[in-house]
């Protein structure tokens, strides 16, 4: 059977090749990763390290559930405060807190900020901290539900305000550009890991126990939980090439 192109879009949008999706969507992937690299040395310029330590653990995740409602709204109770809500499942289900404080917390050695020993520095309570200490400039008297974190109880907009505010500081000096680097990463890293599969996958089997929350949103692979093998074009040789020229 002859190979159809698909038709080209009617509403004006521009429908983007699989090659060139794979190819964006593994640019992002590496742009995301590289960003990060740069967090725990923008904290640190930042002097948001200093009492990352001592910071309450509880008082840490309810501030990182809010800033995962925020990126990835749902039904659940921080969803609801913000007033911004989804009946689907969203970030919190999805268990992405746990995954992003596993990733911020095992970042960085504590030697390399002369804290000489093999534990690592709990950047999510620098994260934390640098959330609650802007959401009280943005509202102090937030009281968006009984949450012990200040970030947690701001508002919707309120807590693009904070965003705002962060990428917005002021100040041509190494420590303004890091500070408004975290301002930016940090939504796209949370949103990176809110459609990730880690909740549901078994390291020992190596398999989904359950469709991720992130496939369900996005439609991906309706009822499957085991990734499809590939397309016929992509394996051996497309239609028996073996070369192709250099032109």
Known sequence: MERREPSPPTDGARRIPRREFLVKAGTFGAGIAAGFARLPGALLRGGMLDGAAAQDPDLTRDTLNGLV???????????????????????????????????????????????????????????????????????????????????????????????????????????????????????????FLAFGEWQVFDPETRKLTERPVGWELTRYQPGRTVPAEGFRELKGYYRGHRKASGR
């Open 69 to 191: 409602a925020f990126i990835l709204p749902g039904p659940d109770a921080y969803s609801v405060a913000q007033g911004e809500t989804d009946e689907r499942p969203g970030g919190i289900d999805a268990g992405t807190t746990d995954i992003l404080i596993s990733n911020l917390d095992a970042f960085l050695p504590a030697a390399d900020v002369g804290g000489g020993t093999d534990e690592t520095v709990p950047i999510s309570g620098a994260v934390a901290g640098l959330l609650n200490t802007t959401a009280a400039q943005v509202n102090p008297a937030a009281a968006g539900g009984a949450f012990p974190s200040h970030f947690s109880r701001l508002s919707f907009a309120e807590k693009a305000e904070v965003f705002r505010i962060i990428e917005a500081t002021s100040g041509t000096d190494d420590v303004s550009a890091q500070l408004r680097f975290v301002g930016g990463i940090l939504p796209g890293f949370t949103a």
